[in-house]
């Protein structure tokens, strides 16, 4: 049973640019979180998403920053008008359940650089 | 708001105990966790703990949790260098049963 997928695992984007992260859910999970890592910090929650729906973004910056889960194809961070403040590891995590708080599996992260 | 505090930095000698320390504000937190992260990797959970437990033991993983002083702590019996790597202790609560608020993470290097 694969793992969280996440790619691409490292995004090198200009000041302006967009980026897109992707992230593959384990197999049966319908439950998918992103988080933020900035360097030397802790992660920090971004947004939290069901199939097609949008649960809880209370972490994610007010603009730019939009996510997504189609009822099929991975889920999507979108980074629009990227600046260097951007930059960080973004990880996803994905659950059976959105009850199962102990069961948050988590990709290996996207490392964006914002050049 | 929530918070979760630890030191950034611990050394110990290879076959010594580590103990990793933290502390948390969110007095709802219902459940705490330790997670492990090696360079260029994800996060991999360790171990949690209920709140209404004081201890959990896991092979050489040992985690104490202080209800009172809102203090946990990990140890790990016979620290090898495999052990290497930046623990985060993170809580969750049931009023915001999506999120998990982290720490900074404490860098464990081990020295021969």
């Known amino acids: 049973n694969a793992g969280v997928m996440q790619n691409p695992r490292h995004l090198v984007r200009r000041r302006g640019q967009e980026a897109r992260l992707r992230c593959s859910p384990m197999?049966?999970?319908?439950?998918v979180y992103w988080y933020r890592q900035l360097p030397e910090e802790g992660l920090k929650f971004m947004v939290y998403?069901?199939?097609?729906?949008?649960?809880?973004e209370s972490g994610m910056p007010k603009e730019r920053f939009s996510a997504e889960f189609p009822k099929e194809g991975p889920s999507i961070l979108r980074i629009q008008q990227v600046v260097r403040g951007d930059s960080a590891a973004y990880f996803c995590?994905?659950?059976?359940?959105?009850?199962?708080?102990?069961?948050?599996?988590f990709g290996p992260g996207t490392r964006l650089t914002v050049t | 708001g929530e918070d979760v505090e630890q030191s950034l930095f611990l050394s110990v000698r290879e076959g010594d105990s580590s103990v990793i320390n933290c502390t948390y504000t969110?007095?709802?937190?219902?459940?705490l966790y330790w997670y492990k992260q090696e360079p260029g990797a994800g996060l991999q959970l360790l171990t949690y703990?209920?709140?209404?437990?004081d201890m959990k033991q896991d092979q050489r993983l040992t985690v104490l949790l202080n209800k009172k002083d809102k203090h946990l702590s990990l140890r790990i019996a016979d620290t090898q260098t495999g052990d290497s790597a930046i623990y985060f202790c993170?809580?969750?609560?049931?009023?915001?049963?999506?999120?998990?608020?982290f720490g900074s993470g404490t860098r464990l290097s081990i020295r021969p």
């Open positions: 703990i209920f709140s209404n437990m």
């Open positions: 197999k049966g999970h319908s439950h």
């Open positions: 993170a809580e969750s609560s049931r009023s915001s049963a999506s999120k998990i608020i």
């Open positions: 998403l069901q199939k097609e729906n949008i649960i809880d």
């Open positions: 969110d007095s709802s937190s219902t459940y």
């Open positions: 995590a994905s659950s059976l359940t959105g009850t199962s708080l102990y069961e948050q599996y």
